[in-house]
């Protein structure tokens, strides 16, 4: 995201929207990086690339950007599914989580 909105953001016939986008393209990929609100940031991150991706942009080929974008928005799904990472500022955040799934039992001392 933060490399797709650069160079949107260096492009020489950049609109006002276009720039507001790229900005914004470029704090969500720095976040995800650094795994800074990583759900709603991937979500957020998909729907831009969706949106791109069905938006008609002039001036750029249109099969290009609408491929990268599409597989901008799958890994941005993935990364929404799979959640932030041990090392991220989200886990520091929000602390460790560990699972304990209890015994089961075992039903031939229930006689």
Same mark, same amino acid.
């Given at each position: 995201? %933060?490399? #797709?909105?650069? &160079?949107?953001? *260096? ?5 006002? @929207?276009?720039?507001?986008?790229? =900005?914004?393209?470029?704090? /969500?990929?720095?976040? $995800?990086?650094?795994? #800074? !609100?990583?759900?709603? $940031? &991937?979500?957020?991150? %998909? $729907? *831009?690339? /969706? &949106? ?10 249109? =099969? ?13 799904? %993935? /990364?929404?599914? !799979? ?7 989200? @886990?520091?955040? #929000?602390?460790?989580?560990? =699972? /304990? =799934? ?10």
């Amino acid at each position: 995201m %933060a490399a #797709y909105g650069y &160079s949107h953001l *260096i492009s020489q016939d950049s609109g006002l @929207a276009t720039m507001a986008v790229a =900005i914004l393209a470029i704090a /969500i990929g720095l976040s $995800l990086v650094l795994g #800074y !609100l990583t759900i709603f $940031l &991937s979500v957020l991150a %998909a $729907l *831009i690339g /969706i &949106s791109v991706a069905l938006a008609w942009l002039p001036g750029s080929d249109p =099969i290009a950007v609408r491929v990268s974008s599409v597989f901008t928005s799958i890994m941005a799904v %993935a /990364i929404s599914c !799979l959640g932030p990472g041990a090392f991220s500022l989200d @886990a520091r955040r #929000y602390g460790r989580r560990e =699972i /304990i =799934i209890p015994p089961t039992p075992d039903p031939s001392l229930e006689e």
